[in-house]
């Protein structure tokens, strides 16, 4: 919508690996391409490339965990908004707080991760490694990732899931097993998709502005192009807590 609104033709490609990132983006400059828009992991593993660069391409990072030397990146501040969701819990008295992480290989994972560890350890709660589980922000790694978790000899009382994916699959888990939801366990999630309020309880989860990020990044590549500048900019949104039934 912002593109069209823009009258901006978006040309969407899917890539795998590092290797696969670089072969889009160049595929996408021989289809015409005039910038790039890019998600975490690609952003990372293309900035700082000497074979990056020499595309010459306008580029702009969204969601992305931190600013970027050679593009611009629109953003929110993941550690905080993760470290503010676990305070939530503690506040709410959750003291067994577990974990299903994003994957690591991306910088947001890794800033949300560290965020929730930042609030456990400023409240002296220890946080075993068994309660940390990677997933892959799908639903199935959610899935055998809550079944561990749930599986532990102390259950936790609370579930932080790094997107509303893992979070909706850890409730699912949770109703299989006859737990009371939020009583024995509060679940929460990251980026308030549409799925946080299609599932029971509806999910407390982190709000993510990705269609107000997508404009902004959107208009710095135009005024790149139209001013044939490309000095990186970051540009930190708001995020919100979203208080739902899930916590």
Known sequence: VASAERGLQLMARKAASAGEALDAARALQRSGADALLLLPPFDTVLSGSAAFRALGLAAASIATAAPLPDMFTVRIDNRAASRAMTERLIARGRRRIAIIAGPQDHSDSVERLLGCREALEAHGLDLAED?????????????????????????????????????????????????????????????????????????????????????????????????????????????????????
């Open 131 to 247: 309660r940390v589980i990677e997933g892959r922000f799908t639903f199935e790694s959610g899935l055998a990732a809550a079944e561990r978790l749930l599986a532990l000899a102390e259950l936790p009382d609370a579930i932080v899931a790094a997107n509303d994916d893992m979070a909706a699959a850890a409730l699912w888990v949770a109703h299989r097993r006859g737990l009371s939801l939020p009583r024995d366990l509060a679940v929460t999630g990251f980026d308030d998709t549409l799925l946080a309020t299609r599932v029971w309880p509806p999910l407390t989860t982190v709000r993510q502005p990705i269609d107000r990020m997508t404009a902004r990044a959107l208009d710095l590549l135009l005024d790149a192009l139209r001013r044939r500048t490309d000095e990186p900019a970051d540009v930190l949104e708001d995020y919100a807590l979203v208080g739902r039934a899930s916590d």
